[in-house]
């Protein structure tokens, strides 16, 4: 085909216009945008096409705006991304799906594919946008993809809902077809469905098609990466190919931390493998729950492991005074931490799988995460809220040199503490015995709730002191919302029970006409000098998380707990 004739001045500088458009929607709308960037391309081409059977018929001012229109070239004014630049995947591709990340990136760090897989109405296929990336790939440069997928019984719904998705594909010719391999695991070895790198579509699916889940268990998820990389991680400079890893998973894997050979992590040796081969890693997986992770019930799916996002729990086990646990389902936006760490690391992404919000109703029986009730925020707000990346020694070195972080960390390893359900205490008068016995029943809540959360007080009150030298916006947020709650929870169990000891000792009504006491939640804290001063704390602390941290996870449940009076307060009923 001829080379398109140069543009006049002004289709250049329309050309530079919407390759501004397309980098803003790159920016700011990541994978979900690959549809819609395919087809401006192919308007762009349309356009081009145009403007050259209009230079035809004025060849004479074309020649002469020619040096200008090239000096104005976008091609040549656009950056490469660091995938680029590696020759990793193609120029075109990399910006739409594998923009490089690293953990000094703050604005373009954000991965959750929110659009591209935010549980919205409209379920997003997450293969199809993948296969579709990888046709992109191919159509710049030789590509290889290495499609690894969990076979655990838990997976199983995940593995036919990638491969129903191929199902859709349009079969591609063989010399537009990017090379694939198939690869399988679970606890035991791992198999090799399509061992030889095909182009063939039609037997790519009907690879696919053959998969099938295994009865077992677990995820030797890491250990299954390396192997695959020191399979296929050689052809990239052998065959000058780009080679792309593909993990399938539902879980966060077992094995992330286990020690292999060297010494290293088995997550770490993932990070070295992924570098010294120049392959991208893309995971197709659940997103984390917030603050913690998540434990399915064994009654229905077995023992699955979801999350944390970070590396270890940054969120303290401390029931909510209204009996609410709407917080324990809410969406961190990221992947587990192990997992979206190889993407990082590698420019590539974790693509979250959620069910469509209309498509699923929760039930109690439901143990698979993510929820469609889950709670999801928005990536604007909690692309300041990036986990650190950096590797496991790293993050020790920084509790270590913070005493609000390594207080954190340590009160997040504490066992749950529940605060039971707020609640109405009425008690009549008349029999002091049977009041005796109805007050030593009704302090035993509080008696019970109290030294766990003196745990969690006395050991974040040792970090306070550092607070302020945390930098982060999630180390502030966290140790804020936790010491807030803590300091919250404890003044209603300290009033709780000195207000129950007020009445032992004696109280006359104010009405002739009443017979009962009835103790009620108030917003007023009437339990001594140093009770309403550790309330004014709680307040300050919970009142920050809000201002400072809107539209994130933290201001929500500080706002929950906000709205739980912290104070006591007694009432005549004639009853």
């Known amino acids: 085909m001829a080379p398109i004739p140069a543009l006049t001045t002004s289709v250049g500088c329309f050309q530079c216009s919407l390759v501004f458009f397309i980098n803003i929607m790159i920016r700011y709308f990541d994978f979900h945008g690959l549809r819609v960037l395919l087809g401006l391309s192919a308007l762009i081409v349309a356009l081009l096409a145009g403007c050259t059977g209009k230079s035809e018929t004025s060849k004479k001012n074309q020649e002469e705006t020619t040096p200008s229109a090239e000096t104005k070239s976008p091609k040549s004014k656009s950056p490469k991304s660091k995938i680029t630049q590696r020759k990793l995947t193609p120029k075109k591709s990399t910006k739409i799906v594998s923009k490089a990340f690293s953990s000094s990136d703050k604005k373009n760090s954000f991965s959750t594919s929110r659009g591209f897989s ?67 695991f679970s606890t035991g070895p791992v198999k090799f469905p399509l061992e030889s790198p095909l182009r063939d579509s039609a037997k790519i699916r009907e690879a696919f098609n053959n998969l099938s889940a295994e009865k077992e268990d677990g995820e030797q998820t890491f250990a299954a990466l390396n192997q695959c990389l020191e399979k296929y991680g050689p052809i990239r400079r052998k065959d000058r190919k780009n080679v792309i890893m ?112 209309s498509g699923r109703i929760f039930n109690a029986m439901q143990s698979n995460w993510p929820y469609s009730i889950s709670r999801q925020f928005d990536d604007s707000a909690m692309s300041a809220y990036k986990p650190n990346y950096q590797n496991r020694a790293r993050y020790l070195d920084e509790l270590s040199t913070n005493k609000a972080k390594n207080a954190l960390h340590l009160a997040a390893q504490l066992p749950y503490a529940d605060v039971f359900r707020t609640r109405s205490y009425e008690f009549a008068m008349g ?62 169990v300290v009033g709780l029970n000195s207000m129950l000891a007020e009445l032992k000792g004696g109280k006359s009504f104010q009405d002739p006409a009443s017979t009962r006491w009835m103790l009620e939640p108030a917003a007023e804290v009437q339990t001594g000098s140093s009770n309403r ?32 009076p912290l104070g006591w307060g007694w009432k005549e009923t004639q009853r």
């Open 431 to 492: 029999n002091e015995a049977q009041l005796v016995r109805e007050v030593n029943s009704a302090q035993r809540m509080p008696a019970v709730i109290r030294p766990g959360l003196e745990k969690l007080y006395n050991l974040l009150r040792a970090g306070e002191g550092d607070r302020e030298q945390m930098e982060s916006k999630r180390w502030q947020a966290s140790f804020d919302l936790a010491y807030g709650r803590v300091l919250a929870n404890y003044v209603r």
């Open 118 to 184: 935010s549980g919205s109405r409209k379920e997003v296929q997450l293969g199809r946008a993948f296969w579709e990336f990888a046709l992109e790939s191919q159509s710049n440069g030789a590509t290889l993809v290495v499609w690894l997928i969990d076979r655990s019984s838990s997976a199983e719904k995940l593995m036919q809902k990638l491969i129903a998705e191929v199902n859709d594909f349009e079969l591609v010719e063989n010399d537009k077809m990017f090379e694939s391999v198939i690869a399988t």
């Open 533 to 564: 001063k550790m309330a004014e704390k709680a307040q300050i602390y919970l009142t920050r998380v809000v201002e400072d941290h809107p539209n994130t996870p933290w201001a929500e449940i500080a706002k929950m707990e906000l709205d739980n």
């Open 246 to 357: 593909v993990l399938v998973t539902d879980e966060a894997g077992e094995d992330a931390e286990t020690v292999g050979d060297g010494g290293d992590s088995m997550s770490d040796q993932t990070v070295a493998l992924l570098k010294k081969y120049g392959v991208s890693c893309f995971v197709i997986g659940s997103p984390a729950p917030f603050g913690r992770s998540i434990e399915a019930s064994k009654i229905t799916t077995g023992n699955l492991d979801y999350g944390p996002e970070t590396l270890f729990p940054e969120r303290i086990q401390l029931g909510m005074w209204d009996g609410s646990t709407v917080f324990n389902r809410f969406d961190s936006g990221f992947g587990p931490w192990h997992l979206e760490r190889i993407c990082r690391s590698s420019g590539g992404r974790f693509l979250a799988d959620r069910p469509s919000r």
